[in-house]
């Protein structure tokens, strides 16, 4: 197997290697849009055709992938527990760090995900003032009209943005969302060059954002502060953006830490 096909959570520390293999096409498959063919399986792993066959049979004796009509395998349906499940998870492993985010700005603090072409919001702590949000825990809004989506697709290439941006179709949420891929995109630049995202009365007039994406996230994340615009000044921006990005990092570490301490686990067995 070529060096840069090694399946991407091998841990070459005594791991059953079929699992890490099965594991890698999973991921492959979710990379290459959720349906691939073998020969295509092959050239991104560069494991061997009868390896992957043998796996996938199993993967879809399990009901983890489907073969279609057409021959090619697809994502199945009994990920879908697993994938709602994890999220769940995600947020309560969040919320720690969000309510730190309302401790020291007294603002709103959420976990979005991207799902698909949509944003999804997983973990909110609220303000202690009686001001609330739009947001809530399940909501799923339009990428292009919030400061998460921001900061999720600043990390995507632009023609994956532009194909995505094409398939919502851009609706405006209020007079200051953006509505052209010109000018999301030449957002999405200022979003990588500031390293962080503004909402500024795009989704809720009177409502600003500042979000940051979560750094070496199992699965693309960001985290926000929102609260009226009122008090999310230019000042207060400089003051919470090293905040975000700080509580981001720790959040990264704490999503790593259960694979950290099962190896610390073994090692002591």
Request: hydrophobic share 40%; net charge negative; proline share 7%.
């Amino acid at each position: 197997m070529p060096p840069s096909a090694e399946p991407r959570s091998a841990s070459h520390s005594g791991g059953v290697q079929s699992l890490e293999r099965a594991f890698d096409l999973l991921e492959r498959m979710a990379d290459a849009g959720g349906e691939v063919g073998l020969s295509e399986l092959a050239a991104s792993s560069g494991l061997p055709l009868p390896t992957i066959h043998r796996l996938m049979r199993t993967l879809v004796a399990c009901g983890y992938v489907r073969q279609q009509p057409n021959r090619r395998y697809a994502l199945g349906p009994r990920l879908i527990r697993l994938g709602e499940s994890s999220a769940r998870l995600l947020g309560t492993w969040a919320r720690p760090h969000l309510a730190r985010l309302v401790e020291e700005t007294g603002e709103t603090a959420n976990m979005a995900l991207l799902d698909g072409d949509e944003v999804v919001y997983v973990a909110q702590v609220p303000s202690r003032h009686s001001v609330r949000m739009f947001t809530e825990v399940g909501r799923r809004v339009l990428p292009h009209t919030t400061g998460v989506g921001k900061a999720l697709l600043a990390q995507s290439p632009d023609d994956e943005v532009r194909a995505l941006l094409g398939r919502t179709g851009m609706p405006a949420a209020t007079e200051k969302t953006i509505t052209t891929p010109e000018g999301f995109l030449t957002e999405l630049a200022q979003v990588r060059a500031n390293g962080f995202a503004v909402d500024d009365n795009e989704q809720e007039i009177g409502v600003r954002c500042l979000a940051v994406p979560v750094p070496d996230s199992p699965t693309s994340a960001a985290i926000s502060i929102s609260g009226p615009a009122g008090r999310l000044t230019e000042e207060a921006t400089e003051r919470i953006v090293p905040l975000l990005q700080e509580v981001a990092a720790d959040l990264s570490a704490t999503l790593a830490a259960p694979a950290a301490g099962t190896a610390a686990a073994e090692a002591a067995v």
